[in-house]
Nanobody
Framework: EVQLQASGGGLVQAGGSLRLSCVAS????????IAWIRQAPGKSREEISC????????HYVDSVKGRFTISSDRAKNTVYLQMNTLKPEDTAVYSC????????????????????WGKGTQVTVSS
């Protein structure tokens, strides 16, 4: 059974940090691209970062560049999203997803098709 379990969300003040984790199982983790996709209230889903687990290629949407860092631990089948200097506009449900496609450059307000999705974790940034 394929599972993607996101965790690490919470309530944080603006300027604070959180680290999200995504634990994957049931598929060949090393062969996939793992993405973090968020959805804010009243807005469409947005892919904010991805990592190609096999070769480490990463991409970020402009709104999080320099503040968020994606990484993977192949021994633990886990992808992390370190989020620093959080802003109220980062408030959203954050989900991780897996695709057997390449990790491609990202644009604001869009996301690529995914093969597997996990349940999200809520991130709330207060001003």
């Amino acid at each position: 059974e394929v599972q993607l379990q996101a965790s690490g969300g919470g309530l944080v003040q603006a300027g604070g940090s959180l680290r999200l984790s995504c634990v994957a199982s049931g598929f060949n983790f090393d062969a996939y691209t793992i993405a973090w996709i968020r959805q804010a209230p009243g807005k469409s889903r947005e892919e904010i970062s991805c990592i190609s687990v096999n070769d480490g290629i990463t991409h970020y949407v402009d709104s999080v560049k320099g503040r968020f860092t994606i990484s993977s631990d192949r021994a633990k089948n886990t992808v992390y999203l370190q989020m620093n200097t959080l802003k109220p506009e980062d408030t959203a449900v954050y989900s991780c997803a897996a695709s057997d496609s390449m990790c491609l450059p990202l644009r604001v307000g869009m996301y690529y098709g995914q093969d597997y999705w996990g349940k999200g974790t809520q991130v709330t940034v207060s001003s």
